[in-house]
Nanobody, 123 residues
C-alpha cells in the first residue's frame, strides 16, 4: 500500500507561481512512475504531468512550457512547479502513483491517489 499526501495548494494570482509537493510512503518510491492530475468543478479528472523512474517527463499540451514535474527519490517526494498560472488552471490537483516504473497519461493506469489539494487562480 502507498500513501500519498499533497501540499502546497492555495490562492494565487494569474501569472503567478506555486509549487505542489506530494510525499509518498509505503513502497519503494524510486521504482514507481508518478503523475499529477487535476479536476475542475463539473469536469472530469485530467492528466497534467508524469515522470518515470528515470526522471523522464511528459506533459499535457495545456501546461507544457509552464509546469515542471520533478522528483526527489531520497525524499520520496514528487513536485509540480506551476508558473504563468491562468484562471483555467483552477482545480483540485491530485498526485498519483503507479506500481509500474513507466510513465502514463491515463488515469486508469495509476494505482494510488492522494486526497488532492486545491489551487485557485484569481484575476
Amino acid at each position: 500500500q502507498v500513501q500519498l499526501v499533497e501540499s502546497g495548494g492555495g490562492l494565487v494570482q494569474a501569472g503567478g507561481s506555486v509549487r505542489l509537493s506530494c510525499a509518498a510512503s509505503g513502497r519503494t518510491f524510486s521504482n514507481q512512475a508518478m503523475g499529477w492530475f487535476r479536476q475542475a468543478p463539473g469536469q472530469e479528472r485530467e492528466f497534467v504531468a508524469a515522470i518515470n523512474w528515470l526522471h523522464n517527463t511528459y506533459y499535457a499540451d495545456s501546461v507544457k512550457g509552464r509546469f515542471t514535474i520533478s522528483r526527489d527519490d531520497a525524499k520520496n517526494t514528487v513536485y509540480l512547479d506551476m508558473n504563468s498560472l491562468k484562471l483555467e488552471d483552477t482545480a483540485v490537483y491530485y498526485c498519483a502513483a503507479r506500481k509500474s516504473p513507466h510513465r502514463s497519461s491515463s488515469l486508469n493506469d495509476y494505482d494510488y491517489w492522494g486526497q488532492g489539494t486545491q489551487v485557485t487562480v484569481s484575476s
